[in-house]
Structure formats: structure tokens, C-alpha cells
């Protein structure tokens, strides 16, 4: 069984990329929307709501667990949770800067991310290793997240979008990052205001292959699950939506 969570409806954005190679997957989806956004809580209370449900979704027979969630996999190390629970494979997203740095012909690269991924340690320890010679601009962008999860018209996410287009570029930013999974599910709005020269890298497609080349599938899969921790209407929209899926939601308090 594959557990997948987020905070909210970005994980999907890696969902649909899991379905995409493989239609029928055992697996369990869980939307922390009781607590979302992420990026801009505590850093503890984030390593206490990843590793909550990393917990929960072990005890439902999840033997694959994806943290499809920048701020949770920076704010907790994967290797924290493959340590408490060692019979558990945990993948999570990182933010994109090696492949951002292989992209640069400018030397000046971008990436979009919440608050608490843009300031997090981890960020710096992968920018000394992969971009030490780059300049990378993060564009914290809390306002972003909170539309997109709940489905703001595009006049709205243009409106957002518009300063951080023109600070990439003016600074000559010629490839951009999505550090964020809800960042994901527009980025036909963020391309539509950049240059053509600006290449965007969406690390979804990336996570869903290499969860699969680990996963070890029953000859059928059980129907998906999809859970919320907020209402059932958080989340239904977006599997309608994003999925074409009319799935029940379970609502979960954890």
C-alpha cells in the first residue's frame, strides 16, 4: 500500500503523475487541511504533523510512504522517519536546486517555495552542493498557497504572480523551480507571463518514478482512499477537478 500526504491539494499534483504510469495503485491519499497551510507554521509543529501521519499511514499497511510535501521533507528528515519506522520506505520532495543548476545557462536561478522551505536549512545545505557558484533567488510566496488550495479564479493567481514575474525577469532568472507541490497545479499560469527562454522544473513527474521503480504491487489494487482532515468538501472538488474522479472523501481526525 502507498501512502501519499500533503497539507492540503498539492500532493495531487504528484498523484496524478503516480496514475498517469500506473492507472490502478493501492494506495491512500491524505490532506492535512485541518492545518493547512504548512509554510507558514513552526517548524516543530510541522515535524509533529508529518511524523503523526507518517505514523497513521504505517499502521494502515502503508509500506510506501511519499511526503509530497517540500516544507514536511524539509522541516523533518526522511531519515529521521526511516529510523522510526524501519520497515517503511519514505520518499519526500526536496527542492529542485540540482536540476535547476544543470538547466542555467544565466547563472541566476529561481525557485518558488513557502516561507518555511525558503528559510530552512536544508535549502542552504543543497544550494552549498549543487549551486555554490549560482545565485538562487527564493520567492516565499504564503498568499500563492492559500489561493490555490482554495481554487481562486486566475485573475487572482495572475495578480499574485505578476511581482515575482517581474523580479525574475529583471534578474535574469532563466530557470524556476516550483518548490511547493500546490505551485504544480498551475504552472501553465506561472509559464504564461515568463519568457520562453525561462524553463520551469516541476520535480512531480521526477518523485512518481522513482516511487515506482520501489514498490513491490499486488496482482490488483484495492480502490484508492482518499482522506482529509478537514471536511470531505475541502477535498472533493479537487479530486473532481484535477482527477475526474467522484471518489468518496473520508474525513479523519488525527
Same mark, same amino acid.
Given at each position: 500500500?502507498?501512502?501519499?500526504? +500533503? @497539507?492540503? #491539494?498539492?500532493?495531487?499534483?504528484?498523484?496524478s503523475?503516480?496514475?498517469r504510469?500506473?492507472?490502478?495503485?493501492?494506495? #491512500? !491519499?491524505?490532506?492535512?487541511?485541518?492545518? *493547512?497551510? !504548512?509554510?507558514?507554521?513552526?517548524?516543530?509543529?510541522?515535524?509533529?504533523?508529518?511524523?503523526?501521519?507518517s505514523?497513521?499511514?504505517?499502521?494502515?499497511?502503508?509500506?510506501?510512504?511519499?511526503?509530497a510535501?517540500?516544507?514536511? *521533507?524539509?522541516?523533518t528528515?526522511?531519515?529521521?522517519?526511516? *529510523?522510526?519506522?524501519?520497515?517503511?520506505?519514505?520518499?519526500?520532495?526536496?527542492?529542485?536546486?540540482? $536540476?535547476? =543548476?544543470?538547466?542555467?545557462?544565466?547563472?541566476?536561478?529561481?525557485?518558488?517555495? *513557502?516561507?518555511?522551505?525558503?528559510?530552512?536549512?536544508?535549502?542552504?545545505?543543497?544550494?552549498?552542493?549543487?549551486?555554490?557558484?549560482?545565485?538562487?533567488? /527564493?520567492?516565499?510566496?504564503? +498568499?500563492?498557497?492559500?489561493?490555490?488550495?482554495?481554487?481562486?479564479?486566475? %485573475?487572482?493567481?495572475?495578480?499574485?504572480?505578476?511581482?515575482?514575474?517581474?523580479?525574475?525577469?529583471?534578474?535574469?532568472i532563466? =530557470?524556476?523551480?516550483?518548490?511547493?507541490?500546490?505551485? @504544480?497545479?498551475?504552472?501553465?499560469?506561472?509559464?504564461?507571463?515568463?519568457?520562453?527562454?525561462?524553463? #520551469? !522544473?516541476?520535480? %512531480?513527474?521526477?518523485?512518481?518514478?522513482?516511487a515506482?521503480?520501489?514498490?513491490?504491487?499486488?496482482?490488483?489494487?484495492?480502490?484508492?482512499?482518499?482522506?482529509?482532515?478537514?471536511? $470531505?468538501?475541502q477535498?472533493?472538488? =479537487?479530486?473532481?477537478?484535477?482527477? /475526474?474522479? @467522484?471518489?468518496?472523501?473520508?474525513?479523519?481526525? #488525527?
Open positions: 500500500m502507498i501512502g501519499v500526504f +500533503d @497539507s492540503g #491539494i498539492g500532493g495531487l499534483s504528484i498523484l503523475q503516480l496514475l504510469l500506473k492507472k490502478s495503485l493501492p494506495l #491512500i !491519499y491524505l490532506a492535512d487541511q485541518a492545518h *493547512t497551510p !504548512y509554510g507558514t507554521k513552526p517548524r516543530s509543529f510541522v515535524r509533529h504533523r508529518t511524523t503523526t501521519i505514523s497513521w499511514l504505517v499502521s494502515q499497511s502503508c509500506n510506501t510512504v511519499i511526503i510535501c517540500n516544507t514536511a *521533507t524539509v522541516t528528515p526522511v531519515s529521521a522517519l526511516r *529510523t522510526q519506522f524501519p520497515h517503511t520506505h519514505f520518499i519526500g520532495i526536496e527542492p529542485p536546486v540540482k $536540476p535547476l =543548476a544543470r538547466l542555467t545557462q544565466t547563472g541566476h536561478i529561481g525557485l518558488l517555495a *513557502t516561507p518555511l522551505t525558503a528559510k530552512s536549512p536544508q535549502l542552504d545545505r543543497l544550494t552549498a552542493q549543487y549551486a555554490s557558484s549560482l545565485t538562487l533567488h /527564493s520567492f516565499p510566496t504564503p +498568499d500563492l498557497v492559500i489561493a490555490i488550495e482554495h481554487f481562486a479564479p486566475p %485573475s487572482t493567481i495572475r495578480a499574485l504572480l505578476q511581482p515575482i514575474h517581474h523580479h525574475i525577469i529583471h534578474l535574469n532563466d =530557470a524556476l523551480g516550483l518548490a511547493c507541490t500546490h505551485f @504544480s497545479l498551475i504552472q501553465p499560469l506561472i509559464q504564461s507571463s515568463l519568457p520562453r527562454s525561462t524553463q #520551469i !522544473y516541476d520535480p %512531480s513527474s521526477a518523485v512518481a518514478n522513482q515506482l521503480k520501489h514498490l513491490h504491487l499486488p496482482p490488483s489494487a484495492s480502490p484508492p482512499r482518499f482522506i482529509t482532515t478537514g471536511a $470531505p468538501f477535498l472533493q472538488p =479537487a479530486l473532481h477537478n484535477l482527477l /475526474s474522479l @467522484s471518489t468518496p472523501v473520508e474525513s479523519l481526525q #488525527i
